[in-house]
Structure formats: structure tokens, C-alpha cells
């Protein structure tokens, strides 16, 4: 026996109270001509209500929907950079040495706009960071990535995560350096060709947060200047970084 849904029954119930409010008014008034004129008349302008709901109003509610839920997404996103994220980008950036140039560009003030982040996102994404980290760099880096891999795989959980492609790449990106990593038992015997293809992983990862932390403090700018305020103050591509305020 086929079980029809709810809505169904809705649906059902609507129409028989149609009919009858249409019967009561006719046994009212006596008036089958006006009647049907108005029922024609409402069926004229049914298109239109149907462009008012599902292209305006729905629109409207889906967009609204979107704001609450990248909202969220946006305090997940928080907590990784907190707990993961400003760490990563201070020690691959010990790597490099001293970096002038993506220092400037990643010198994000209260003063920045919409066009700034984006020309800074842009650069991030073309910018070849020179890593050379040394043996002892890249075992601190292993133990970091291993302790923090219980966070990342639960975020890799989180299903609101999906519908945040750069997001999903950056964890994966991350996972796999971790996994790299740590398949090497011994790091201090490298060959060079592994050395390179190592910095390309961590260059990767390095890369995609940049872009996502930019992404990151022009939404704190933006929602939460007080949160905003301390991101700069400890800024990691700054090197006379404080959380001091002066």
C-alpha cells in the first residue's frame, strides 16, 4: 500500500476547503457569475504570483540562507586559523628567510578595501616562495602537522565544509603533506629530488592559505573589528608582530 506524504494531504484538505468556501458563498449570495469572475481573474494573475514567489521572494530567502550559513562556515574557518593556520604560515615563512616583498603585500591595515585584497590574493596565488628549511625545520614541521591532525580530520567531517572548495583543498593539501611527512621515518638522509618535492607539498598548502587568511581578515574586517584588530596586530608575515597595542 502506496503511503502519500504530508504534503499530499495538505494539498488535498486545501483543495476541499476551497470547494467548500466556493459551495457557502454561492448558498450565500446567490451570485454564480461573480463567482466564477473572480476565480478567472485569480487564475489570470497566477503566473505572476508564481514569478513573485519562486524567482523574487525565494530568492530573497535563499540568499538570506547563504549569509547564516557562510556565518557559520566563516567560525569554523576561525578556529582552524587559530588553531592551526597562523602557526603554519609562522613556520613555513621561517623557510624562507627574509621575504620583503610578500611582506608588503600581506601587510593587511584597517585601511584595506576590497580592491587591496584581492591584489594580494592575486599575488599570493603567483607568488614562488624560496623554502629552504633546514633538517631540523622540517621535523619541528612533522610534529606540528601530527599533533594537529586529529583538528583536521575532524574538520574533514564537518559537511558544511563542502560547499567551500578552496577550504576543502587547502585541508587536503595539508592532509597530504602531513602524510608525506610522516611516511618519511628518517628526514635527515633526503636526496635533494625529495628535498624539492617536499617544498613543493608545503608550498601547496602554504600557498592556498595565504589566499584563505586574506579571505579570512576581510570578512573579520567586515563582521568583527575587534576580532580584525588582533589578526593584524599578529600579523605572521609581520616580524615585528606584537599583540601589544601602541
Not at 83 to 106: K, M, N, W
Not at 142 to 151: D, G, I, Q, V
Not at 163 to 179: G, P, S, Y
Request: hydrophobic share 50%; aromatic share 10%.
Amino acid at each position: 500500500m502506496v503511503r502519500l506524504s504530508w504534503k499530499i494531504y495538505i494539498g488535498l484538505l486545501l483543495i476541499v476547503l476551497t470547494l467548500f468556501l466556493g459551495v457557502l458563498h454561492y448558498l450565500t449570495f446567490h451570485n454564480l457569475k461573480d463567482l466564477l469572475f473572480y476565480l478567472a481573474l485569480d487564475i489570470v494573475f497566477v503566473p505572476v504570483q508564481v514569478l513573485l514567489v519562486t524567482l523574487i521572494i525565494e530568492k530573497l530567502l535563499t540568499e538570506r540562507e547563504r549569509q547564516a550559513f557562510l556565518k557559520k562556515l566563516n567560525m569554523v574557518i576561525g578556529a582552524f586559523m587559530s588553531e592551526f593556520g597562523a602557526a603554519f604560515l609562522r613556520q613555513v615563512d621561517s623557510f624562507c628567510g627574509p621575504a620583503p616583498e610578500l611582506a608588503q603585500h600581506l601587510a593587511v591595515t584597517p585601511s584595506w578595501g576590497k580592491k587591496n585584497y584581492q591584489a594580494a590574493i592575486q599575488f599570493a596565488a603567483q607568488y614562488q616562495s624560496n623554502l629552504d628549511p633546514s633538517v631540523e625545520q622540517l621535523h619541528e614541521l612533522r610534529e606540528f602537522l601530527l599533533a594537529k591532525r586529529p583538528f583536521i580530520l575532524a574538520l574533514l567531517q564537518n559537511p558544511s565544509l563542502l560547499e567551500h572548495d578552496t577550504f576543502t583543498d587547502l585541508l587536503w593539501a595539508v592532509c597530504h603533506l602531513t602524510e608525506e611527512l610522516e611516511c618519511r621515518s628518517d628526514i635527515r638522509n633526503l636526496p635533494d629530488s625529495d628535498l624539492q618535492h617536499l617544498n613543493g607539498d608545503i608550498r601547496r598548502a602554504n600557498s592556498i592559505l595565504i589566499r584563505e587568511w586574506l579571505s579570512y581578515l576581510r570578512h573579520l574586517q567586515t563582521e568583527y573589528p575587534y576580532m580584525f584588530s588582533l589578526a593584524v596586530r599578529i600579523n605572521p608575515f609581520n616580524p615585528n608582530a606584537s599583540p601589544i597595542v601602541n
